[in-house]
């Protein structure tokens, strides 16, 4: 999948394995397609920066105009040390503290309220606040059931069913509603969904007149094998808009169009380099033992998600059938029966789609050290994260000695 010319060998010898890289242009290229592919007058995307937080990766989004969507005060805190001013970002956490959102409040950012027990808090500690409120629309959105986050049963949102008393806690307090937010999962398979989800939400813009944007969110699917399912954005961009803009049209409205990508903008723009420690043959299976596991990437194991695997040190091998495996003392399996040129020791694999979600879900599990981080940018390689040492899994350790 991968047309790449990064020189990811030569990396290796330079930064050792595992080890993440990151291609700049390419996410560069995804925003701007994002971007380019909605026609409305006005429109501003949130990075969703869960799925890749460290700073250079903020500090990217930031120089491309982007906004930013973040789901704890850190993420908040990070983002401003990025450069991103407080207008710029959306607080969407859930089930947090009242101390957290009064952070939030004092920092400045724009806050999404998820539930009304939260709402009527703001209400009566924040009178004239300008808030988002976050809808669940009751769709199955996600490409499974643990990456949606829109259905009946999901603990996401205020219920569409509830509306009648969110108008009544609204009007109650005064609170000035300025935007309405729907978020139903990841991996959304049918775009359809979107355009049903955005039908019933504009219902909800119509009960509020101080609404200024609706932020649908994200959920945008990305390929995970060559000619692999994804969403087709300018296709998706293009019918999204005119029903956006029918509705704006209609009531008069000028309305700001937001939405918060994560694994769309980062996903193809990362890689996790491996090496093979073990290759071991039992009767079924050939297994390649890699120095990795769910400890640095975990989303074959916790999402079954596919990851591309490919041999970099021998692509002209004979195909063999295997088993890529992890070092740690789980099962913790990264790819079955997958056709790889022939794996020797020390040899480099690569995963692909390791952008958004990987580096992010990384442990310490088994008291292993999390990976380097590189960024390729205009063509030269920068660490933007040190591998750990011993010391990071005690610096936190407090050894009284009581044995
Ligand atoms: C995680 C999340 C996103 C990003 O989802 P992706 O599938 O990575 O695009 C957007 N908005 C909210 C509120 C989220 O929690």
Redesign the pocket.
């Known amino acids: 999948m991968t047309q790449s010319n990064i020189d990811f060998l030569n990396l290796v010898e330079k930064y050792d394995a595992p080890l993440y890289v990151y291609d700049s242009q390419k996410i560069a290229d995804n925003y701007n397609r994002f971007y380019n592919a909605f026609e409305v007058p006005k429109l501003k995307v949130h990075y969703?920066c869960?799925?890749l937080t460290n700073l250079s990766i903020l500090r990217l989004f930031h120089s491309l105009g982007s906004g930013l969507?973040c789901?704890s005060i850190q993420e908040i805190k990070m983002g401003m040390m990025a450069g991103f001013k407080p207008e710029d970002i959306i607080f969407?956490p859930n089930n947090i503290s009242e101390e957290e959102y009064d952070l939030a409040v004092k920092l400045g950012v724009r806050i999404?309220v998820d539930n009304f027990e939260m709402l009527e808090y703001f209400g009566a500690t924040y009178p004239g606040l300008p808030l988002c409120v976050?809808i669940n629309p009751h769709m199955m959105g996600g490409g499974n059931r643990k990456?949606s986050?829109g259905h009946i049963g999901s603990k996401f949102g205020i219920s569409i069913h509830q509306l009648p008393l969110l108008e009544t806690i609204v009007k109650s307090f005064n609170i000035k509603v300025v935007g309405v937010?729907v978020?139903t999962?990841?991996?959304i398979l049918d775009s359809d969904i979107f355009i049903k989800a955005a039908k019933i939400i504009l219902g909800v813009v119509d009960k509020f007149d101080d609404v200024e944007y609706v932020d649908f969110?994200?959920?945008?699917k990305v390929a995970y094998k060559p000619g692999g399912l994804h969403t087709d954005i300018s296709e998706f961009g293009k019918e999204f808009s005119q029903t956006f803009n029918a509705y704006c049209e209609e009531r008069g409205k000028e309305l700001e169009l937001k939405f918060?990508?994560?694994?769309?903008?980062v996903s193809n723009a990362g890689y996790f380099l491996v090496r093979a420690n073990v290759i071991k043959q039992t009767t079924a299976t050939t297994f390649v033992g890699v120095d990795s596991g769910m400890n640095h990437l975990i989303r074959p194991m916790f999402y079954d998600a596919h990851h591309e695997i490919s041999n970099l040190s021998n692509p002209e091998g004979k195909k063999k059938i295997y088993s890529v495996v992890g070092y740690i003392c789980e099962t913790d399996t990264f790819g079955a029966d997958r056709q790889l040129n022939e794996v020797r020791k020390d040899d480099i694999l690569m995963f692909e789609n390791a952008g958004?979600?990987c580096f992010a879900m990384s442990s310490n599990y088994n008291s292993r050290y999390r990976p380097a981080e590189v960024m390729i940018h205009n063509g030269q390689d920068h660490l933007i994260r040190k591998r750990e040492t011993f010391d990071d899994l005690l610096v936190n350790q407090v050894d009284p000695k009581l044995f």
């Open positions: 969703a869960k799925a969507d789901v969407t999404n976050r990456i986050v937010h978020h999962g990841s991996d969110g994200s959920g945008f918060e990508p994560g694994k769309y903008m958004a979600y």
